[in-house]
């Protein structure tokens, strides 16, 4: 045991210290909750056609302009890049492929040794 933690640690003669006690034992409050339980919303009781226009209208975004089209000829690097597996360059997609076959050649390997289907020299 380090030496900085044994000289914290209470010797025999010494008793322990009492661990502090709040006045208050009720729970802190969270940050942010206090707020709410000071104000509790009340929620109104609207009937049900009117909570459903409420949604709508809270919901409802006015449209200013129509969107654009998209446009149907794409340029060639974009095509290009839909070919892509998870738009990864070519590079790396080809070493992925080679770790994906030595993994399979190895663990097919093991498998084989386990086996005893082939026998290592």
Do not use: C, H, N, Y
């Amino acid at each position: 045991m380090p030496d900085w933690l044994s000289a914290l640690m209470p010797t025999a003669d010494e008793e322990p210290q009492p661990k502090a006690v709040l006045e208050d034992e009720a729970p802190l409050p969270v940050v942010g909750q206090a707020a709410r339980r000071t104000a509790p919303p009340t929620p109104p009781t609207p009937e049900a056609g009117d909570a459903l226009d409420d949604l709508r209208s809270q919901v409802a975004v006015p449209d200013a302009a129509p969107p654009a089209a998209p446009k149907k000829s794409r340029s060639a690097r974009s095509a290009r890049s839909a070919r892509t597996f998870g738009g990864l360059l070519p590079w790396q997609v080809f070493f992925l492929s080679v770790l994906l076959f030595l993994d399979v050649a190895i663990i097919g390997m093991l498998f084989l040794v386990m086996l005893e289907r082939v026998v290592l020299p």
